[in-house]
């Protein structure tokens, strides 16, 4: 049966995922992996090991896909667009995916179709992040390199220009934004074909601890229906609006007085989205490959009252497995994913997603399993 | 992390399958396969391209696993007993899996344990056949090989001592079973792992067509409760009895006077079991690998009412994917497995699972997926 090939640039555990989704819809997968020991290197069977900031590398790779897609934002976009020119097929598009790669860029954008984000502009120097201070309610200020952050890195909240250099050291623009007083962070979650097919995920909130995603809950709970309807139709006009193709999701801060602010997009499967593979009768895995391929998308209807997933961080045990048998033990409807990592401190190497009608034994639930993981819970 | 190695023997859709479970496992997954064109080849990383005939073949496969399991039942029991004095663990063993095996030894080991059955026994010729027809209500009578049967392959139905000549040319003993006047066939799905813990699945309906399995009621419609528990514990005691390792299926027929017989025995994951992909809280393939390597296992119940499997078998047309993009556009809860198989009349290259309230709905959905892939309607 000739089921089309789809490339998947990025060995990490979003690629992992993505394969073990399209096993079952038949996708023929193909990896570019920085090592043979990545992730998703270890699970998929046709992997070649390559520098994505290689474009011969790319062209490569390319040959034999139907389309290429991406577990992260890192691709050069100059090559995305010498590929592109060259008739390669990447879903989501150089033009869509630089406004995820360049925060200055997607800010810009953003503005553009008058989406509502924190104040911000690019700042030259610590003197410059002053003026940006003085022209809103002062400091704290967000300083953010507009490429190569993530999970936190990149990213400074400053209180004062002499504590602004840092960010300027690593010759990347810095973009400065204002430091929203926000009530929590929510996410939206869409994904949209290339022929503008689109489906909305319920609206999740996102619990970060230190700069990194911890809890999410599905659906953010006590949050009203108009502002839920707000929130994926912000998410809908941006993927539109952007030429997004695959999954996208939108980060957003919800402020005490009910606006939304975006924080963050994200062009590929998300972490706040890996409560779909238990959650949803669709999961953002299967459904990015279903755009990609421009294939019908699947439900995205959540199939329990809540879902909830907890991060697994490494803590200080190198080997997990006997913390790993014993929440399965307590816990035998735990949804457990390993992303074949080697554990060290703070790094993601799973995920626990746990669903109920009783949202507090959810979480619960979800939060013991990952303490116990990472080992800073013992019982 | 140090997660233990599982390597499959055989290179079928069950072996895919469970690679796909396997992934958010972190099992590490070895496959021994005929070729890399196999099913599960094409979706594995690490593949050993062999014949599970050679002993020497199965010995440098199990070199690097922590365990080994299967995918179908046809490993002759001689070399898995060498593996076995040689130290490699083996789950279900040898001891446990001739009884799968071989349906003389399965059918002596059942009435030993006072499991009831058809009436049966070896037959040595077409006279003999006629014997054991007279023995009881006459022919009709089932004929089987012993060994090397699978849907349907290796079974016949004769009516007479003349028709009764043709599953003796191969050589193999034959098992003659009365042709039991059922009202239709269960299926009691059970995990149990190495040290005795078991779980049961809901008893199935499994309509057949043609000697195959066509489709999988979960649970079994209008089924007594005594019955219900009276199956599961049927299985969990042939499980127990037989040590078995794994997944156990075990085909019942339901008779009219609310009796129910042992048809087959399967210690792997079945094809009446698929439905647990998506409709029950862990599968099958994940409690087949939390079982062979003595981890606690999954919770087996239900997530939706009904859930509706379909086996998708190939049509005229070697090409599904139009029909495919079809489904997937006519119904986005539709939850299609493929198997990565090239299309031949009557092989199952797939199948489709779907869930929810109405049992009539269910079933429509998933018998109109199966029959528009399969080509018999085109609307």
Chains 1, 2 share one sequence.
């Not at 060259?86 to 995916?97: F, K, T, W």
């Not at 890195?153 to 010759?171: D, L, N, Q």
């Not at 013991?368 to 800073?376: E, N, Q, S």
Request: proline letters at 6%.
């Amino acid at each position: 049966m000739t089921f089309p090939v789809v490339g998947m640039v990025g060995g990490g555990q979003l690629a992992r995922m993505t394969h073990e989704a399209g096993i079952p819809l038949g996708v023929r997968f193909k990896l570019l992996s920085d090592t043979a020991q990545d992730s998703a290197a270890q699970v998929v069977q046709d992997v070649m090991i390559g520098d994505y900031r290689d474009l011969e590398t790319l062209r490569e790779f390319a040959k034999g896909c139907d389309v290429i897609t991406f577990d992260h934002e890192h691709v050069p976009t100059e090559h995305l667009r010498a590929l592109e020119a060259e008739g390669v097929v990447i879903r989501p598009g150089a033009d869509a995916l630089v406004r995820a790669q360049d925060k200055g860029v997607m800010r810009a954008t953003l503005d553009g179709i008058a989406v509502p984000c924190p104040r911000h502009r690019i700042v030259s120097d610590p003197a410059d992040v002053a003026a940006f201070a003085a022209e809103g309610s002062g400091f704290p200020v967000v300083l953010k390199t507009v490429r190569g952050g993530y999970d936190g890195k990149g990213v400074w909240i400053v209180r004062s220009a002499e504590e602004a250099s840092e960010p300027f050291k690593a010759g990347v623009p810095v973009l400065a934004e204002e430091k929203v007083d926000f009530v929590r962070e929510l996410a939206a979650n869409v994904v949209r074909s290339p022929h503008g097919q689109a489906v909305a995920y319920p609206v999740v909130e996102s619990i970060q601890v230190d700069g990194v995603c911890d809890t999410v809950i599905a659906p953010a709970p006590n949050l009203p229906a108009e502002l839920s309807a707000r929130a994926q139709q912000l998410a809908l006009t941006i993927a539109r609006e952007l030429d997004v193709v695959g999954h996208l999701a939108v980060e957003l801060f919800e402020t005490g007085d009910g606006r939304i602010l975006v924080n963050e997009l994200a062009m590929r499967p998300h972490n706040s989205g890996h409560w779909t593979q238990d959650g949803a009768v669709t999961s953002q895995f299967a459904n990015h490959l279903r755009a990609v391929l421009d294939l019908p998308l699947g439900d995205p209807r959540p199939r329990a009252r809540w879902t909830v997933m907890t991060n697994v961080l490494g803590g200080d045990y190198p080997d997990m497995y006997f913390a790993y048998l014993h929440c399965m033990a307590r816990d035998p409807g735990l949804k457990i994913h390993m992303y074949g990592k080697d554990v060290k401190p703070g790094r993601k190497v799973g995920h626990v997603n746990t669903y109920g009608d009783d949202l507090a034994d959810v979480i619960e639930r979800a939060r013991h399993a990952a303490d116990y993981l990472r080992g800073t819970i013992t019982e």
